[in-house]
């Protein structure tokens, strides 16, 4: 089995702030993604990638950038903290072959804006 | 564009009671439909998914989902839950022509002991 390794767990930033959070995961999986999630809201696709190097935009993407510089890792920019933003922000990876059917999700990292 | 939607933001149910989550999908094409669970505090973890086939697939800890096209449905069910399936379980669905799973809002199942 693999795991997904999201650091940092919990982030709190300042308004206008750019805050990076990165994702590592040991599957070996091509395709890697990050989703926003908000309460009552559900998942939202913020980023995904489907090889290294590779960036395709997800519904949300204003706002963040991302790199993905190696296989392994897919790390995520909040490029301005918004005021009083509360979110889990979610990395997940598939077998490119099996497109999105399976994700593996890691556990998450919370952010608070003060 | 596809949506899913899931009516209920709350279900409370028993120990030992059977549960059924709804979800709803809108789509023309070919889909992919997925459920999720998430406990408290983690990541999601995969239940079952559906492409083709028998229209009632089985997934872990003894969850089915069945899908239907003449609904535009693919409900989530168990038999007789334990506290420990308390969490919030989230469909989600994708075509094939993409990465991109569309999920729904989320239902929280509460398991009373």
């Known amino acids: 089995g693999g795991i997904i390794t999201q650091t940092p767990k919990f982030l709190i930033g300042q308004e206008g702030q750019k805050l990076t959070l990165k994702c590592q995961q040991n599957f070996n999986h091509d395709t890697m993604y990050w989703y926003r999630q908000d309460s009552g809201k559900g998942l939202r696709l913020i980023y995904y990638?489907?090889?290294?190097?590779?960036?395709q935009k997800g519904d949300l993407s204003e706002g963040y950038d991302a790199s993905r510089e190696k296989k392994s890792s897919f790390s995520l920019t909040v490029t301005s903290a918004q005021k009083n933003e509360m979110a889990v922000f979610l990395c997940?990876?598939?077998?490119?072959?099996?497109?999105?059917?399976?994700?593996?999700f890691g556990h998450g990292t919370k952010l608070s804006v003060l | 564009t596809q949506t899913v939607s899931q009516s209920d933001a709350h279900v409370t149910v028993f120990e030992g009671d059977s549960v059924e989550l709804r979800c709803n999908y809108s789509?023309?094409?070919?889909?992919?439909l997925s459920w999720y669970i998430q406990h408290h505090g983690r990541g999601l973890q995969f239940l079952l998914k559906?492409?083709?086939?028998?229209?009632v697939v089985q997934g872990v800890n003894g969850f089915e989902a069945e899908f239907s096209k003449s609904d535009s449905s693919f409900h989530l069910r168990k038999a007789s839950v334990h506290w420990s399936d308390s969490a919030v379980y989230f469909c989600?669905?994708?075509?094939?022509?993409?990465?991109?799973?569309?999920f729904g809002t989320g239902t929280s199942l509460l398991v009373d002991p």
């Open positions: 789509y023309g094409g070919s889909i992919y």
């Open positions: 997940a990876s598939s077998i490119a072959t099996d497109s999105n059917e399976r994700l593996f």
């Open positions: 990638s489907i090889t290294e190097n590779d960036l």
């Open positions: 989600a669905a994708s075509t094939n022509m993409g990465y991109k799973l569309t």
């Open positions: 559906y492409y083709s086939g028998n229209p």
